[in-house]
């Protein structure tokens, strides 16, 4: 079982930028992959973004790609979420999830409450 604790989120106006961490530990995650969700209110959780431990591949939805950057660090085995030219229609929990066998999300964080306004 993986931990992930995220981090970074707030109240930021449109336009803005944000950068949300997830800090992993448990166990080691060269094979996993890493990756971001998110939940508006009375929404489905959705995709946002996904990144390959090992390498680097990254993965994004077409509503994020262009605006939002995942990476990882892995010296401090974390993932990060850099969120440029926010909108309003980006507000939502995000959750840090991990994929360690390529075929499901079986680790979640708690999530970070991201708002913006517009």
């Known amino acids: 079982q993986v931990q992930l604790a995220e981090s970074g989120g707030g109240l930021v106006q449109a336009g803005d930028s944000l950068r949300l961490s997830c800090a992993a530990s448990?166990?080691?995650?060269?094979?996993?992959?890493m990756g971001w969700f998110r939940q508006a209110p009375g929404k489905e959780r959705e995709f946002v973004a996904a990144?390959?431990?090992?390498?680097?591949?990254?993965y994004y939805s077409n509503s994020v790609k262009g605006r939002f950057t995942i990476s990882r660090d892995s010296a401090k085995n974390t993932v990060y979420l850099q969120m440029n030219s926010l909108k309003p229609e980006d507000t939502a929990v995000y959750y840090c999830?991990?994929?360690?066998?390529?075929?499901?999300?079986?680790?979640w964080g708690q999530g970070t409450q991201v708002t913006v306004s517009s």
């Open positions: 999830a991990a994929n360690p066998s390529g075929s499901s999300w079986e680790d």
């Open positions: 990144i390959n431990w090992s390498s680097g591949n990254t």
């Open positions: 448990g166990r080691t995650f060269r094979r996993y992959t």
